[in-house]
């Protein structure tokens, strides 16, 4: 089945740090850019960090430069956002997401979503 | 960065009828613009990307034009199930999404 799975979400401390994790299934997981895009409670769609295939190239969101960072195993066929210093404007629904045709930057595939919530 | 206004901000319309959907960026994005729709408490779903093309599975009744900085996303016969927040994204330049419109069914 084709799928994604996001997992690590919680709630933390204002300038804790979180790693959340997305396992893929289904699809040859090195061929594709992934990415995270958040929504906090309410609001809308966010884009945060993005990575190419061979994890060779990462993108992040000015709001999250320098903070947190995305990553991937592709023998794992999973992808990371580690994600430090977090701010109570971080706490969101962070979701994973699939490119639709390799590196084209629409996304086709979206897990669930993982919950962050950052506490003061 | 560019920035995406999407209007209205609320459509609300009858079953049968067409919405029409409009993002509009603030600088050109050529047709490097997709379409999502998202339900209450579900992920996004892709429907229409680089301006006009419909992802797999996505209803005729879905379509997309545009080119530039003015976009538009019509649904046709417009249906309950149609009950959503709709959102614009490009990727002309980085990537951003729209605040999204909001259809409601009478």
């Known amino acids: 089945e084709v799928q994604l799975l996001e997992s690590g979400g919680g709630m933390v401390q204002r300038g804790g740090s979180l790693r959340l994790s997305c396992a893929a299934s289904?699809?040859?997981?090195?061929?594709?850019?992934m990415t995270w895009v958040r929504q906090a409670p309410g609001k809308g769609l966010e884009w945060v960090a993005a990575?190419?295939?061979?994890?060779?190239?990462?993108y992040h969101a000015d709001p999250v430069k320098g903070r947190f960072t995305i990553s991937r195993d592709n023998s794992k066929n999973t992808v990371y956002l580690q994600m430090n210093s977090l701010r109570a404007e971080d706490t969101a629904v962070y979701y994973c997401a699939k490119d639709v045709q390799g590196s084209v930057w629409y996304f086709d595939l979206w897990g669930r979503g993982t919950l962050v919530t950052v506490s003061s | 960065e560019v920035v995406l206004t999407q209007s209205p901000a609320t459509l609300s319309l009858s079953p049968g009828e067409r919405a029409i959907l409009s993002c509009r960026a603030s600088?050109?994005?050529?047709?490097?613009l997709a379409w999502y729709q998202q339900k209450s408490g579900q992920a996004p779903r892709l429907l229409i990307y680089?301006?006009?093309k419909r992802a797999t599975g996505i209803p005729a009744r879905f379509s997309g034009s545009g080119s530039g900085t003015d976009f538009t996303l019509t649904i046709s016969n417009l249906e309950p199930e149609d009950l959503a927040v709709y959102y614009c994204q490009q990727r002309g330049n980085w990537l951003t999404f729209g605040g999204g419109t909001k259809v409601e069914i009478k």
């Open positions: 289904g699809f040859i997981f090195s061929d594709y850019v």
């Open positions: 990575i190419s295939g061979t994890g060779g190239n990462t």
């Open positions: 680089d301006a006009s």
């Open positions: 600088q050109s994005v050529g047709t490097y």
